[in-house]
């Protein structure tokens, strides 16, 4: 779908809840049940029930937030707070000792203990562990695990780390045995885990389904089954929303919400955890990258040519704020003082023909496209950059898979010129941590890499002084800016349509406590 005007967008996304939209015949088959409630996710995680691969992020925090647990959450306050841990202390500055929580087992009967622990985390040091994204995520971060008792394990890091109770919030613990006689093949079709619930997928990996574990620690409420199915297209999770087919909508739009309440339908909104930009490839299978994205004015003045007050009004029906940096105002560290670079064409063509590119340059952006607001705000930014003479094109592509976004991610050879995506802080609210794991040389196979910035940013990384870490992130964030590694687009909500039957839905940064909810008339 190729839209010419922003204003167009707007109306092509407001058509879609009173029009009649197909959805898989099994879904049309089997509407909600007083027993069961059904998730329409736009996408399973990238290795379904594998939690090596893929984060506690979208989309993989959706399904695993059902069945997984992690030694940390993060809060709405940005605040590592115990899950699977009862409380980790800094040791000394390379070990942090962590003491669990009693009387846990996994849904095989095995114990959460130590021993859980460290075989999970010394799975990323593994050769097979090292080609899943956690490994790059958390295992780079992580020097060795040491079992002190059944309940405490000390952690060791390369280098002074204060950031590591925030970085464990990452990885689902799994059992030991359970994960030597499985492994991924295993797990990828049948996770087993601590949380609340029991995910299968189907052999074809096309459903999945959640039944209680009676054991976990979290118990339930109401809710004897969930099941999950995915439907790309957002018009398709709407309708079914609209139509009783399914009960949750994970992701829907602002143009949608009055459709969705007019129906007598429910909303949570929160404000996003994510940024949504252009990443630009400065940096490509290890080496810097020659020609226009490799300077600086060429950077900014993509960022100068996109109308971002406009992607607000128009598709995100005026809420939310242009993004001005690579980190979300709940995040720690957040600069309130950056401001967002201004909507001035006339300044990004003089930029542009500085720099030697008077005549455009050619762009091939490529992101995932099945949140409806998410790909017409990239069509807008496309059309925006296409005023200023850059022959930009945008091609849809998938989340995992041969060729998807995350291959490319882990091996950093990215066959085209910038991707969709900004920043996800989700999971951890901390920009040292997005520094870490997206936008400078310290992400294992980054996109952008500016040693100039290294320096503040390193010092950042082992400063335990919370104020003074926060003032070097702040200032880490200013510079960044200002180098432009991304065109910047809004700050936003994130909302989920839900049937009012389900009591107490809500999210914590994405991640959906389903013991929680319960299921009336």
């Known amino acids: 779908m190729k839209l010419s005007t922003t204003k167009g967008l707007r109306g092509a996304l407001t058509a879609v809840a009173a029009i009649a939209v197909a959805v898989p015949a099994f879904l049309a088959a089997t509407p909600a049940s007083a027993e069961t409630i059904k998730i329409g996710l736009r996408e399973f995680p990238a290795g379904r029930g594998n939690p090596f691969q893929g984060c506690v992020c979208s989309p993989a925090v959706f399904v695993w937030s059902a069945t ?6 993060v809060g709405l306050d940005g605040r590592a707070v115990p899950e699977l841990a009862a409380s980790w202390e800094n040791i000394n500055p390379t070990t942090w000792r962590i003491k669990l929580k009693p009387g846990i087992k996994f849904s095989n009967g095995e114990p959460m203990n130590a021993q859980a622990v460290k075989s999970t985390f010394d799975f990323l040091a ?11 995520t958390l295992g780079v971060f992580l020097a060795s695990t040491e079992i002190v008792d059944d309940l405490t394990v000390d952690v060791k890091t390369p280098k002074p780390d204060p950031l590591l109770p925030k970085l464990v919030s990452s990885q689902s613990i799994i059992p030991t045995k359970a994960w030597a006689d499985m492994s991924v093949e295993g797990f990828t079709n049948n996770p087993i885990g601590s949380g609340p619930y029991i995910v299968k997928w189907s052999d074809a990996g096309s459903q999945a389904t959640a039944t209680p574990y009676v054991g976990s620690r979290l118990g339930r409420k109401s809710v004897d089954r969930v099941e999950f199915v995915v439907l790309e297209e957002a018009p398709a999770r709407t309708q079914a929303l609209l139509s009783g087919q399914v009960d949750v909508n994970i992701s829907l739009g602002p143009d949608e919400h009055a459709a969705v309440e007019a129906a007598g339908l429910k909303i949570f909104s ?4 994510r940024t949504m930009g252009l990443s630009l490839i400065t940096h490509r299978s290890g080496a810097p990258v020659t020609g226009p994205l490799a300077d600086i004015r060429v950077r900014q003045a993509l960022n100068y040519a996109v109308d971002k007050q406009s992607i607000i009004d128009n598709i995100f029906s005026g809420s939310g704020k242009p993004a001005s940096q690579v980190a979300v105002p709940t995040a720690f560290g957040y600069n309130k003082s950056i401001q967002p670079y201004a ?6 063509k003089k930029l542009l023909a500085e720099a030697g590119y008077a005549d455009g ?17 990239y069509e807008a930014a496309i059309q925006d950059l296409t005023r200023i ?12 898979g041969a060729g998807g976004w995350l291959e490319h991610w882990i091996k950093g050879d990215w066959p085209y010129q910038a991707f969709g995506f900004g920043n996800d802080l989700t999971g951890h609210l901390d920009v040292g941590l997005s520094f870490a794991r997206h936008t400078s040389c310290t992400k294992p196979a980054p996109y952008y890499c500016n040693q100039d910035e290294m320096a503040l940013i390193d010092s950042g990384y082992t400063e335990f002084d919370v104020n003074k870490r926060e003032k070097i992130w702040q200032e880490a964030l200013k510079i960044n800016a200002e180098n432009a590694p991304i065109i910047f687009l809004i700050e936003f909500n ?8 389900i009591k107490n839905f809500h999210n914590v940064n994405l991640w959906v406590p389903y013991n929680e909810l319960e299921v009336g008339s």
């Open 494 to 501: 994130e909302s989920m349509g839900y049937n009012p039957r």
């Open 361 to 377: 340059f050619e762009l091939e952006v490529r992101a995932i496209t099945t949140s409806a607001d998410f790909r017409f705000s």
């Open 68 to 73: 997984y647990e992690q030694l940390s959450r």
């Open 126 to 136: 593994t050769d097979r562990g090292k080609t899943f994204s956690q490994s790059k």
């Open 343 to 348: 909507y001035d064409p006339d300044k990004a």
């Open 270 to 273: 929160a404000p996003s955890t």
């Open 389 to 400: 003479g850059i022959k930009a094109t945008l091609v849809s592509q998938q989340f995992s």
